[in-house]
């Protein structure tokens, strides 16, 4: 039991009871490369934990210190408090996310949520509040007696598609619910849910919130997608984007806003634009174009990524805007004209093993460099984009996105957008760490490149 209450403690009294009654506190953080890390402390630690933190060797994580420099401290952000269902781990366990911090108290420059953070501050200086949201989707699958994969079945493999509704069939529907529920014990709150294109893909959607928030709940969101699939069913749960040819990929689209809290304004709103937005948000679509091949790099971080951004399954590979068109890399989500403040803008290429506080930083800085430099997207591209010849789409001036890892590591270093998002020393840190996947990838590289390789399956089929 906890003994005595904290000033700290106090900012978040309604749930003193339940960390009163908890068994354990997970203190989650995220690396570089975006894998969820952390540590477990009995609940009689927590009052020190909120207080002065949890210290922990920053040299053994990637993207940390050096070993002469290795004591770190992890401190919870009590605003991230959450139950975690009591299945779990068979016992009443609780969380928070946490900043990391130097020993002398200062943020951790390196820290993806600091730089989530300091990309807010950035962004209010310039008159703006940023909202964000994520649809991410995610495939069921199991294995057999030769360790091959499968989505899961019930005695035949489940062969219902998008938006398909089969009580007794579909057995991944009551997997969603349980789901919903462990997520919104966890206090993150869902809007909807549905079967994907693929067998036994899926995708629950959550509240926006700031790209702050939204990146905490994203991570939460895979951490709890994998454990209810493991502990309630026995199943895999994989974010992976390609863990078949041939199947549809896993994506994780971003949809993305502005509110100006001075004029209680979304600037992005006209009711004389075209699909209702305003010159601004067209710069702000015109930055993430500009920079779009480079943003790869961030939103979609791995070999297998580029498995998915292929024609054909709806994944974007050309770089163009529109609305509606699910065939353009940017869209615009119809909303009633009436209603202002629905105006928002969708990029497609993100895929769930991003990194979501650099993802975000990145997106939004691309964005707001459109906007500073009212870069032009030029015109919208409202047909469908995989039914154009290469002359026809060459002639509308459409690019196409990376088709390799190490192709947009390349754009990553011929543009200095992300430099600008992260700063150089941790702009150099991931793309060193992003090389060396490439070259460990390099050495297992198949003659027909859209095969998913064994190394791939080994290397992101769980993380």
Known sequence: MV????????????????????DYIL??????????KGRTIPVEEVENALTEGVCFDGSSILGGVSIEESDMVMKPDPSTFAVCPHYFYDKSVVSFICNIHKPDGSPFESDP????????????????????AAELEFYLLQKNEKDEISPVENHLIDKQRYFDIAPGRDITESYRMDLSSALSTMGITIERMHHEVGSAQNEITFKYSNPLTTSDNIMRYKFATK?????????????????????????????????????????????????????????FIGGLLEHAR????????????????????????????????????????????????????????????????????AIFEAGLDGIRNKIDPGEPV??????????ERRKL???????????????????????????????????????????????????????????????????
């Open 3 to 22: 003994r005595h209450k904290t000033k700290t403690i106090q900012k978040f009294d309604t749930n003193l009871k339940l960390v009163r009654n908890a």
């Open 227 to 283: 454990a209810v699939a493991d502990k309630k069913y026995g199943w895999t749960a994989t974010f992976m984007p390609k863990p078949w040819f041939g199947k549809a990929g896993s994506g994780m689209h971003v949809h993305l806003g502005l509110f100006n809290p001075k004029t209680a304004e979304n600037p992005f709103y006209d009711p004389k634009g075209y699909a209702y937005v305003s010159q601004k948000c067209r710069y």
């Open 382 to 391: 409202d047909v469908n984009l995989y039914h154009l010849s290469e002359v």
């Open 294 to 361: 480079a943003l790869c790099a961030v939103v979609a971080p791995s070999v297998n990524s580029y498995k998915r951004l292929v024609p054909g399954y709806e994944a974007p590979v050309y770089v163009a805007w529109s609305k509606k068109n699910r065939s353009a890399l940017i869209r615009i989500p119809a909303f009633s004209p009436t209603n202002g403040k629905e105006a928002r803008i969708e990029f497609r290429c993100p895929d769930p093993l991003c990194n979501p506080y650099f993802a975000y930083t």
């Open 113 to 132: 949520r600091y730089i989530c953070q300091k990309a807010l501050e950035k962004t209010s200086n310039e008159g703006y509040e940023a909202t964000a």
């Open 27 to 36: 203190l989650h953080f995220t690396d570089i490369l975006g894998f969820l």
């Open 397 to 463: 001036g459409v690019k196409v996105l990376p088709t390799t890892l190490k192709e947009a590591l390349e754009e990553w270093k011929s543009d200095e957008i992300c430099i600008q998002a992260f700063g150089r020393e941790n702009a150099d840190k991931y793309m060193e760490l992003k090389m060396q996947e490439w070259k460990e990838y390099a050495a297992h590289m198949p003659s027909n490149k859209a095969e998913i390789t064994r190394w791939e399956v080994q290397k992101y089929l769980y993380a």
